[in-house]
């Protein structure tokens, strides 16, 4: 079993922390068990992808991972053992030092390394000797999840797969961003011995929308009008994140105009929701009847207004 995780997700190991996400996505759509779910194969594969970017998406991790400080599943690297002895019922057995022993330690640095190994005595009848437990937290696990716009601005709850095979449910926060993680504690691997479990670290890929985009905490969209609205004015009704609102088309509207409906964007972390920018869009229909041609020529012989004479100003 290949056990690079460079190799895993197939880049090298020069590659940018962009280019590992994006090359982890790419697997983890193609790989997901919930697409897979009788392919045991197509799984194990997934839970190997998951734990290679959980190792280098992570730039602290990828650092020491490359530096050998700790190995392919984020595990510490095995100390160097040393020689020492010690009374009760395992006198006498012998830690190995390895090459390199004499690398400048003092007693005291010695007798803290063996303190570490030796601290816990075991409890009950025959006595005597030592325990070494082992407790340590559970890693952390990774998940790319795909959200719709409107289930991020509005927030949503949805259940997902996680790389180990358990359900959960995740609950996304009103206005998450594109790209965000969301941690879970305690939904990540097991800890050992005892320890506590890891996080679910979950990171969140916003779909697009055909109406609305995002700017920070604000939402722009463009609103198509008629040309009697725009001249006459009007009231329409408006899409928002939230809901339909009526909105007043003043008189004389161009195309580009923009109107702000305040509070009608995305609502902040700090509780204060953006605005939602309405640009307005004057649309004329695919075939232009009579009456719209004759009021056309008629406003043409008699009108004074010249749109581009700023224009010709300004160059």
């Not at 640095?109 to 303190?115: M, Q």
């Not at 004057?282 to 004759?294: G, R």
């Amino acid at each position: 079993m290949n056990t690079d995780p460079y190799e895993i997700l197939g880049v090298p190991k020069t590659a940018t922390q962009d280019e590992i996400k994006k090359a982890y996505r790419k697997l983890a759509k193609e790989l997901h068990p919930d697409l897979h779910p009788d392919d045991k194969a197509k799984q194990e594969r997934f839970k190997e992808v998951s734990a290679a970017n959980d190792l280098l998406g992570d730039p602290e991790k990828r650092r020491r991972f490359d530096a050998g400080e700790i190995d392919a599943s984020g595990q510490e690297r095995p100390e160097r053992q040393y020689y020492h002895h010690y009374a009760g019922q395992d006198a006498g057995r012998r830690y190995d030092p390895g090459p390199g022993f004499e690398g400048g330690m003092d007693q005291d640095d010695l007798n803290d390394i063996f303190s570490q190994f030796f601290r816990a005595r075991a409890a009950g009848a025959g006595g005597g000797g030592f325990r070494h437990e082992v407790h340590a937290r559970g890693s952390d696990m990774r998940y790319h999840l795909e959200v719709d716009f409107l289930d991020a601005a509005r927030g949503a709850k949805r259940r997902v797969t996680m790389p180990d095979g358990n359900n959960i449910e995740i609950t996304i926060p009103p206005g998450v961003r594109d790209g965000q993680t969301l941690r879970l504690r305690g939904k990540g691997a097991p800890g050992i011995g005892g320890g506590a479990a890891g996080d679910a670290l979950v990171t969140v890929s916003v779909g697009t929308h055909p109406v609305f985009a995002r700017l920070d905490d604000d939402i722009e969209m463009e609103l198509p009008i008629t040309f009697d609205e725009a001249v006459l004015g009007a009231k329409v009704d408006v899409p928002t994140v939230l809901g339909s609102v009526s909105v007043t088309i003043p008189k004389g509207a161009s195309s580009g105009r923009r109107l702000r409906l305040r509070g009608k964007g995305i609502k902040g972390p700090k509780g204060k929701p953006g605005d939602q920018i309405v640009r307005l869009k004057i649309v004329l229909p695919k075939k232009i009847d009579p009456e719209m041609e004759e009021l056309a020529e008629r406003w043409r012989r008699m009108a004074v207004f010249d749109p581009r004479a700023e224009l010709r100003r300004m160059t």
